[in-house]
């Protein structure tokens, strides 16, 4: 070979690699931001939609992409919900059969429930229930105890029920009354002898 046909050579196999890094770093840092979980730093938004044929609300919890705002991410699940190509519609509010004609009522910051975030006992009275039903509600940043219980409230009585579990007789689903509040009584250490 001569020295023009191996410097050629090189050129091209350097341009080969040059293109096929390029290429393997986009694919790689795409699969990886699409297919990533999200991190618990990530900032997320509380989402409320209404539709004129259902009762209650529709809640979803949404990442909130960077650079962009709780209303944005609202919005963007709003479009997939009342659009016909996206495949997580039934992910966010999953009621197969009903018109696309939601609603977005609300877009705010998420709450952040975390171990250390404060828990008050709430008691519920139900006709239709023997005894009361107790709850360990968390209290957030922002809400009073009475607050926090009544939240549950709306889930209890077949409501949207953002982020709680209804244990106490689901099959009840109205006629919930708030009927005690009562602080957690927080383990003391064992005295030392």
Known sequence: ?????????????FRFLGVTLAFALIVFSTARA????????????DCSFSHPQLPGVCSATVPIPSHSTPLHACEAVLRCINGSACADAQKYCPNPGVSKDWKLLSAKPATIITASTPRVNCGYSNPGYSGW??????????MTPLSACE???????????????????????????????????????????
């Open 1 to 13: 070979m001569t020295r023009p046909e191996v410097s050629r050579v090189f050129r091209n196999g």
């Open 34 to 45: 699409i297919g990533s979980p999200s991190t618990k730093d990530e900032p997320m938004a």
């Open 133 to 142: 039903c107790v709850l360990m509600v968390p209290v957030p940043q922002g």
């Open 151 to 193: 939240a549950v409230l709306p889930c209890m009585n077949g409501g949207a029920c953002p982020g709680y579990v209804h244990s106490c007789g689901p099959e009840i689903r109205s006629g919930w009354k708030l009927a005690q509040i009562q602080p957690v009584k927080t383990p003391q250490p064992t005295p030392r002898h």
